[in-house]
């Protein structure tokens, strides 16, 4: 994984987590990979992923069975929608809209784009 510089690597990290299980390819009560396991597969340290597993267990995300590693919880999927889409509309929409302000983008230009976006998308599936 390639960390970016200005973003913490534990939160890097849960939000890799967060996006497998919203893709659809971590699911409800399956195991995540152990703590030691992910460190070796990102490179980092492993307090580094507890740190990061710790949040998504208090975020109710990850739980974990002693003795046995972390799961996906039940209701992962539906915790996670929920917290990043409040958190899109509180961090990075109003910047984005303040762009198309600036830009004096229309609704006609908005359309254009999100067409050619959703074309990209149904090509590289």
Known sequence: MNFNETKNIFLQIRDWVADQILQGKIVAGEKIPSVRELAVDMEVNRNTVMRSYSLMEEEGIIENKRGIGFFVAADAKRN??????????????????????????????????????????????
């Not at 889409?85 to 359309?111: G, R, T, W």
Request: hydrophobic letters at 40%.
């Open 80 to 125: 996670l929608l929920k917290f990043q889409k409040q958190a899109f509309l509180n961090d990075e929409l109003p910047a984005i809209l303040h762009q198309i302000e600036v830009l004096k983008l229309n609704s006609e230009d908005l359309q254009i784009l999100i067409q050619t976006i959703q074309s990209n998308d149904h090509e590289n599936k």
